[in-house]
Nanobody
Framework: QVQLVESGGGLVQAGGSLRLSCAASLSIFNFNPVGWYRQAPGEQRELVASVTDAGGTDYSDSVKGRFTISRDNAKNTVYLQMNDLKPEDTAVYYC???????????WGRGTQVTVSS
C-alpha cells in the first residue's frame, strides 16, 4: 500500500522558518513528480512546489525565493524548506506523488502550517 506521511507543520511567527517532510512507503524513484500542495480555508488546493525524478523543480510564484523543495532518495523523503513565512502561507500542506507505473496520484493526509502576524 502506497503511503505518503507528512510531518513538520506547526505554528510560527511571520518571518520564521519551518521544514516539512514527506516520507514515502516505497522508493520515491517510483514517483514523478513528487511535490507539495496547500489548501487554505475556503480556497482551492494549489501547487506549492514539485520536483521531477530528473531533479527539475517548479514553484508557485508566491513562494519563489522563499521555499525550497528537495528530495533525499536514500531516505525516500521529500522536504519543503520554508523561509520568511507570511500569514498568507497559513494552510494545510499536502504531499503528493504521481506513481510512474500506474499514473495514479497519491496524497498524504496533510500537516497544518499556521503563521501568525
Amino acid at each position: 500500500q502506497v503511503q505518503l506521511v507528512e510531518s513538520g507543520g506547526g505554528l510560527v511567527q511571520a518571518g520564521g522558518s519551518l521544514r516539512l517532510s514527506c516520507a514515502a512507503s516505497l522508493s520515491i524513484f517510483n514517483f514523478n513528480p513528487v511535490g507539495w500542495y496547500r489548501q487554505a480555508p475556503g480556497e482551492q488546493r494549489e501547487l506549492v512546489a514539485s520536483v521531477t525524478d530528473a531533479g527539475g523543480t517548479d514553484y508557485s510564484d508566491s513562494v519563489k525565493g522563499r521555499f525550497t523543495i528537495s528530495r533525499d532518495n536514500a531516505k525516500n523523503t521529500v522536504y519543503l524548506q520554508m523561509n520568511d513565512l507570511k500569514p498568507e502561507d497559513t494552510a494545510v500542506y499536502y504531499c503528493m506523488g504521481r506513481r510512474k507505473l500506474t499514473k495514479v496520484t497519491y496524497w498524504g493526509r496533510g500537516t497544518q502550517v499556521t503563521v501568525s502576524s
